[in-house]
């Protein structure tokens, strides 16, 4: 019997997450080269078998990750995996919100880089938790004591956990919530992160299915929250290049496609193929990110941010033109 390709596939995903060899046996063929190197970047990339499907603490309590099913056409066909240490730290923090909120807590989702399949480092941990109530000011200290607890408990990732608490009726308007901690700060990139969560690239720690939540994001307010990206990143072109110009490379394709399910790594791999003048550029971005750039690479970044983002808001703002003709048009 031979196995078609697709079933090829399955088995060599299946034996990385077991930790098995790929033989002869399993496959009915010898392995191919694209076999083992599809095995050898499944078991780098999950790690530890898969956190959302067979994660557990200590006490062997399985973690409650969950996914939804995509809905951009930029979504892999892979399942969401999520590292070892993020499933350890989200393990802790649900824990912890658990005890701290009770019955309060409706739901807890992460988002953003965690819950890409990407083999980009996570530089922090986003997430929404949803609230049924109004947190008091006892609830709020536990919760900061809760937030300093992880940051010691596993550095530094553990100290980069960035969100916003939100009360359930805020997060099924469209409008950008306020958060119940930390200076009631807004969630300004609010449809973003919505259609990121409906199309499952989220982590669900606690709680129901998100789309019962979270709100289809229309276009006039995903401009909007690209836009406010855009000027965020036009303040940090010289502290931070090489997020600035990945950020741009995602910001560039989602005008472009209208497509915001979109990660760091997805759109350099579109940028380097669609803007292949800025190639250095953003192989170097993504070297940085590794934490692999030199000196000599962070110069030289510095020194391109800023034609780079002149760059991509001229491409960016012929897009949107290119938008309205066809919405002209259309009309006649």
């Not at 070892?84 to 880089?113: N, P, S, T």
Request: aromatic share 8%.
């Amino acid at each position: 019997m031979r196995l078609r390709s697709r079933e090829c596939f399955e088995v060599v995903v299946q034996s990385a997450f077991k930790r098995a060899p790929v033989t002869p046996t399993i496959l009915h063929r010898q392995p191919s080269r694209q076999d083992l190197d599809t095995f050898l970047l499944v078991q780098q990339r999950v790690m530890m078998y898969s956190a959302c499907w067979e994660g557990s603490n200590s006490e062997g309590r399985r973690l409650d990750c969950q996914t939804v099913p995509a809905e951009s056409p930029m979504a892999r066909e892979d399942r969401m995996t999520i590292s070892q240490e993020v499933g350890v730290i989200c393990q802790a923090f649900a824990d912890g919100l658990k005890r701290i909120l009770g019955e309060k807590l409706h739901g807890a989702y992460v988002y953003g880089a965690a819950a890409f399949p990407d083999a980009v480092p996570t530089g922090d941990i986003d997430f929404h938790v949803i609230l049924t109530g109004e947190l008091t000011d006892t609830e709020r200290s536990e919760l900061d004591r809760l937030h300093q607890s992880l940051a010691e408990q596993f550095p530094p990732l553990g100290g980069e956990m960035d969100g916003y608490y939100i009360l359930l009726k805020d997060a099924m308007r469209e409008s950008p919530p306020r958060s119940q901690m930390w200076r009631r700060a807004v969630d300004d990139s609010w449809a973003l992160h919505c259609q990121h969560i409906r199309a499952g690239r989220c982590i669900a720690l606690h709680g129901p299915d998100p789309r019962e939540i979270y709100r289809p994001s229309t276009w006039p307010l995903i401009e909007n929250a690209l836009r406010g990206e855009v000027d965020f990143v036009q303040k940090h072109l010289r502290e931070h290049p090489d997020y600035c110009i990945l950020n741009l490379c995602r910001l560039i394709y989602s005008f472009e496609t209208r497509d915001v399910v979109v990660s760091k790594a997805q759109a350099a791999d579109w940028a380097c193929g669609a803007l292949p003048e800025w190639r250095r550029d953003i192989e170097l971005a993504m070297k940085s990110y590794a934490r692999q750039a030199t000196l000599q690479d962070r110069q030289f970044m510095l020194a391109e941010a800023g034609r780079f983002f002149e760059f991509a808001r001229r491409r960016i703002e012929h897009a949107c033109q290119e938008r309205a003709k066809d919405q002209v048009q259309a009309k006649r």
